[in-house]
């Protein structure tokens, strides 16, 4: 959906926007696989993000860093689609995956939330046993095959390296299983339906060291078969499991770049005051 971009008001504090053209890393020839031009987003009649232009890498991993309310997890949702279970959303721009427009009018939002999967900052499993968690997305699209799901499910655990721990006991509760295992579980479930892209919200913000520890291993796994955004408020995390990030303010994309470019030699001074902790 190309759009023409509505006035409207900006946030008090005044934000010089710049983005690099492209990222070094992104500057490669590796296309694209995530793009957005202009891109807003309101919640009713209040205005959430303004004119993002952003390009997100095939099969890397980018972070979106920023203070609270600043507006990266209400875009990480827009990626998928999720803001569109809130009344009263609006989108203008254009939000691009592979080159096809996710809001146009002939878009199924059911393949758009298949394909861009989900993680939440609470790990959400269904009181249900760990393989029924793992397989619930096929058997929503109608799998039916106990082989297939199998298979799927251990290529699933694998995939989110739990499939050791959890093996011998796929018929237990997915709710005897600890913090970190219940996180894991649910990044199984989002690969089970195959994405191209692997949202992450905050997925260690309520795990300990250990556990973070292990999903942070995990991203960089994952990043050789999927393309993965992550919105976090640690900064050390994004800096370690990253190779692009982009910094938001009020809505703005104040600025992206290579992860060590925006740590060690930000362009803005926002980003650097945010990055060494005088506010946020």
């Known amino acids: 959906m190309e759009a023409q971009i509505m006035t409207a008001p900006t946030p008090a504090l005044a934000i010089e926007t710049r983005t690099s053209p492209q990222p070094e890393t992104a500057a490669t020839g590796d296309p694209a ?75 199924d939002v059911v393949d758009v939330r298949k394909r861009l999967g989900m993680v939440f900052q609470k790990s959400n499993p269904f009181p249900k046993s760990i393989f029924e968690n793992v397989v619930y997305g ?82 960089f796994s994952l990043k050789e078969r999927f393309t993965i955004v992550i919105v976090t408020h640690n900064m050390q995390q994004a800096a370690r499991v990253s190779e692009e990030t982009g910094f938001f303010m009020l809505g703005k994309l104040v600025e992206f770049d290579k992860t060590d470019v925006i740590f060690t030699r930000p362009k803005q001074k926002m980003t650097e005051d945010y990055i060494t902790g005088r506010f946020g």
């Open 33 to 107: 696989l995530i793009e957005l031009r202009k891109f807003n987003f309101w919640y009713g009649a209040k205005q959430a993000l303004f004119d993002i232009d952003l390009k997100v890498r095939e099969r890397s991993v980018t972070a979106f860093i920023g203070p609270s309310g600043c507006g990266k997890s209400t875009l990480l949702r827009c990626l998928n689609r999720m803001n569109d279970l809130i009344d009263g959303v609006r989108v203008e721009g254009s939000l691009r995956v592979n080159g096809e427009d996710l809001y146009g009018s002939d878009v």
């Open 138 to 219: 096929l058997r929503i699209q109608g799998e039916r095959n106990r082989t297939r799901l199998r298979d799927a499910c251990e290529v699933a655990l694998k995939g989110a390296a739990l499939w050791d721990e959890v093996k011998d006991r796929l018929d237990d509760s997915a709710l005897s299983l600890s913090g970190g295992q219940m996180q894991r579980l649910c990044i199984a479930r989002a690969l089970a339906v195959e994405p191209e892209v692997v949202l992450m919200d905050e997925p260690c913000s309520a795990l300990d060291p250990i556990a973070t520890a292990k999903i942070e291993e995990l991203i």
